[in-house]
């Protein structure tokens, strides 16, 4: 009984302390995978997405200038999950749409931050309604509050 309790305060301890100090910057850094079979580094790009996304939400509700990533240029070049989804012109016309709507959002003014942004997540939910439905509950959480409800 000693030995299970001794070996258990061990094992809790490591995995308590395995990313503060013991694990490898590797092991601490990559995500957990949410698919059993893995996570596509198209499924993982899209995660960032979709913090990224919710941080500008935050951003323009505080009434500041989003910070618009350069990087998710990569959607065209990310392994996916489906390769025949993501190779589809229909993802490709998506993908040009949503890159094409976050530069929009990086030059927008003021004045249009909302609506920009409101594009964005839109050419999300339009992606995902035709591609791979089971992201919407979460792209939902993006949109800003209507105009009136601020």
Do not use: W
């Amino acid at each position: 009984m000693k030995l299970y309790l001794v070996s258990a305060i061990f094992l809790l301890s490591y995995l308590m302390l395995s990313c503060s100090g013991l694990g490898t910057k590797e092991q601490c850094e990559t995500p957990k995978p949410l698919n059993p079979n893995g996570d596509s580094e198209l499924a993982l790009l899209m995660r960032e997405m979709f913090d990224e996304g919710m941080r500008m939400r935050e951003q323009i509700l505080n009434g500041e200038k989003p910070k618009v990533l350069k990087k998710f240029e990569a959607i065209h070049t990310a392994q996916a999950t489906e390769p025949e989804k993501a190779n589809s012109d229909a993802f490709k016309v998506m993908a040009d749409v949503y890159l094409a709507s976050l530069k929009a959002l990086k030059n927008a003014s003021e004045e249009e931050r909302y609506d920009r942004y409101q594009s964005v997540v839109q050419s999300c939910m339009s992606c995902h309604q035709a591609m791979c439905p089971g992201p919407m509950v979460r792209i939902k959480k993006m949109y800003l509050p209507e105009k009136n409800d601020q």
